[in-house]
């Protein structure tokens, strides 16, 4: 498996959900929902529309998941975005079942599979110029990433992707030396 980083510039990630939501509205609410949740991939696609929506078409304050690769529960808050995306995507799917998959392949005859969600951001990531190793683990990393960034405790962080050390954490949302290399140019006291 290939090595993916988080998207790190601000403006290509809203260049690319523009993309995304010009081009087709499943893709965009997966990418929302994706970089505004930090769910695996499988996770992600796992989800039904009874997992996200109640009755009378009303989106849920959240969305409780058990994890696939560590069993563990996950229950969290959809924030605005995301809720948004949801909305705006289960418009386009009035009916639809609580039980069919909450991101339908193109055929509309099952979930759709990671290696097409791998195509759909690598065309959507080439076409804003996003230069570098771009797949679906990038979701959960850009999540993870701008969580730091935006001053959230390492050791929340940690815990929000499930990591067993704040080093682990740090390697995983791609902290680079030369972002360690800023802090002694800023701080200046």
């Known amino acids: ?30 990418f929302v929902l994706g970089i505004n949740s930090g769910l695996r991939i499988s996770d992600l696609l796992s989800l039904t529309v009874g997992d996200v929506k109640v009755a009378r078409g009303k989106i849920v304050e959240r969305i409780r998941v058990r994890e696939k690769k560590t069993g563990k529960g996950k229950d969290f808050p959809l924030g605005n975005n995301a809720r948004k ?27 759709l599979q990671r290696t097409q969600v791998w195509k759909i951001l690598n065309r959507a990531a080439q076409s804003v110029g996003i230069q570098g190793h771009i797949g ?11 969580a730091y960034k935006q001053g959230k405790d390492l050791s929340l962080v940690q815990k929000l992707l499930n990591h067993h050390s704040p080093a682990t954490t740090l390697r995983y949302i791609g902290i680079t030396q030369e972002d360690m290399d800023e802090v002694y140019l800023t701080i200046n006291l």
Do not use: Q
Not at 89 to 111: H, I, Q
């Open 1 to 30: 498996m290939e090595y993916v980083e988080p998207i790190r510039d601000r403006k290509k990630l809203d260049d690319l959900k523009k993309i995304l939501r010009g081009t087709n509205l499943r893709d965009y609410c997966l």
């Open 85 to 111: 995306a949801l909305e705006e995507y289960l418009a386009t799917r009035p009916g639809a079942d609580v039980s069919e998959p909450l991101f339908l392949s193109r055929k509309g005859n099952g979930f």
């Open 136 to 146: 679906t683990h990038t979701l959960r990393k850009t999540f993870g990433y701008w």
